[in-house]
């Protein structure tokens, strides 16, 4: 016999992750499972993950959201990557693009051609072969071409905006479809006595809001997930030590760049985050290593422009949640876990947390088998991107500060270790399996560190009818040439999606 099909569920806890997941499950459910969030206005957000991934492209496709609205409300703008600063020494960049490098001419990939190059003296850095990059430092932007035989087809695209601003934007669009919204703080959880299973939450004013299936969104706390289940939390800061940041906005000043910026600091990284009506700015650090107000004093020191707020602190734990489904409650955003947003995945865990959980829907019946892939695939996710963070950390010449002697010498975890082993000696990346970060972004990450392979593919030694060094400068050469007919950033964004002008107190 079918199981029943969910009649209501509740999201505990607003926020991007509250209303991301109610609009996506109001969409695909159309309305006929009744979704009911609580969250209450005297709890804040952290509102500062405002930078994305391509993937948040699809989301909001999903959704059926218009991509020129949607910046235009959340005051946004477009990302090709991440320029990295002061990472591997002093006095280096390097940039993360969103796409490939180049476009591949030959069975062996375009990265053996260039070691192969290098070898021989060229000079050209391995940036100068993706568009994005090319596109970035000509502070230009425009979408992609659909046209696979182009250059301008090689990169992809990503947006910085306010998270504030998208979750109210998609508070809209949820309750526009049935979603209905509580205001109240919640002050217990109850759970049913046999199962354990979670069966309503009480407001501070004594309502009681009932459901079959919950989501907890209530960030770091995790009122359900941890505090009421008790699941437990598997702690990385051995791994990754920082464990606080301060956040302060600031007015716009400076270029107007289509990419975040990520500085190395003494004990952690500072970002930069461009939006229509100001500009982002963090610090993360490690409190081991570095006074709060000290590391206020350096956000501060180091801003484009006049700050619009007081400093913000926070305290996190980097980590996950031992299991994200628990029973009826699955944790989705910073109640799952953190990972810092050095290459902005915050949103997007929250994104493919979403996705996940509507292709693995619960029923009011056993959800045994739902709630263990769920808890295998997004151990995977967590850990390989875990992963990728260390890589940025433990693949440093840096030794001019605790943090850096730190996190060059300390022991990283074994699924690394391999990909670098492999990586250092013949230049193949290898991977355990589906990845959040392709090939592209490992690339640019070990090269950009001076990660610089022993060898290169022996097959480029065999393929001697390769004319690889005319395709090499052929390419960059195209690439020049396709930046012609590109807008500046603030040209596309004054055409298609202009914010309104906002007033700072």
């Known amino acids: 016999m079918r199981p029943q099909r969910l009649k209501k569920l509740v999201i505990v806890g607003g926020g991007s992750a509250g209303w991301m997941a109610a609009a996506a499950i109001a969409n695909a459910t159309e309305g006929q499972c009744a979704v009911e969030l609580v969250e209450s206005e005297a709890i804040g957000v952290v509102g500062v993950g405002e930078a994305t991934i391509p993937p948040i492209q699809l989301f909001n496709q999903t959704l059926g959201i218009d991509e020129n609205e949607f910046v235009k409300a959340t005051h946004g703008s477009f990302k090709l990557g991440i320029e990295f600063v002061d990472w591997s020494r002093k006095g280096h960049r390097y940039f993360h693009p969103f796409g490939t490098f180049g476009a591949e001419f030959d069975r062996v990939s375009l990265h053996h051609w260039w070691l192969k190059a290098r070898a021989a003296g060229d000079s050209t850095p391995f940036d100068e ?14 979408p ?60 501070e004013d004594g309502r009681s809001v009932e459901g079959e299936f919950f989501i907890d969104c209530t960030g770091f706390v995790g009122l359900l997930i941890e505090k009421s289940l008790q699941t437990g939390y598997e702690d990385w800061t051995h791994y990754l030590p920082c464990d606080r940041a301060v956040a302060m906005p600031c007015e716009s000043a400076g270029a107007f760049t289509p990419y975040t910026r990520s500085t190395a600091r003494e004990a952690g990284w500072q970002w930069r985050i461009p939006l229509q009506h100001r500009t982002g700015n963090g610090y993360v650090y490690c409190s081991r290593f570095i006074e709060d107000q000290a590391a206020a004093d350096t956000l501060v020191d180091n ?14 734990t980097t980590g996950r949640r031992k299991k994200f489904w628990n029973g009826n409650v699955v944790a989705i955003g910073l109640s799952a876990g953190f ?14 947390g979403i996705m996940r959980f509507l292709a693995l829907f619960p029923e009011r019946g056993d959800n045994t088998l739902a709630e263990q892939e769920f808890n295998r695939l997004t151990t995977e996710e967590y850990e390989r991107i875990r992963d990728f963070i260390i890589l940025h950390y433990h693949a440093t010449s840096r030794r001019d500060s605790e943090l850096w002697r ?67 400068a052929g390419l960059i050469r195209v690439m020049k040439e396709a930046l012609g007919p590109v807008p500046t950033h603030q040209a596309y964004i004054d055409r298609f999606c202009k914010a309104e002008p906002v007033a700072f107190d």
């Open 129 to 142: 072969y993706s568009m994005a990059w090319q596109i970035a430092k000509a502070g230009g932007f425009a």
């Open 144 to 203: 992609p071409s659909r046209d696979k035989r182009l250059v301008q087809s090689t990169f992809d695209y990503a947006y910085h905006f306010d998270t504030i601003a998208y979750g109210q934007f998609l508070r809209k669009y949820a309750e526009a479809r049935g979603v209905r919204r509580t205001e109240g703080k919640v002050v217990e959880v109850s759970r049913d006595s046999e199962t354990g299973r979670v069966t309503s939450v009480t407001l």
């Open 303 to 316: 801003l484009d422009g006049k700050p619009l707020a007081d400093p913000r602190f926070l305290r996190f």
């Open 339 to 352: 990972m810092e947003p050095l290459e902005s995945t915050s949103l997007h865990l929250i994104q493919s």
């Open 406 to 472: 730190h996190v060059s010498s300390m022991e990283i975890p074994e699924s690394l270790s391999y990909r670098l082993a492999h990586f250092r000696q013949t230049g193949r990346l290898v991977s355990p399996g589906p990845e959040l970060f392709l090939n592209p972004s490992w690339l640019a990450v070990m090269i950009g560190q001076d990660i610089i392979p022993d060898n290169w593919d022996p097959l480029a030694d065999y393929r001697t009818s390769v004319e690889a060094r005319r395709h090499l």
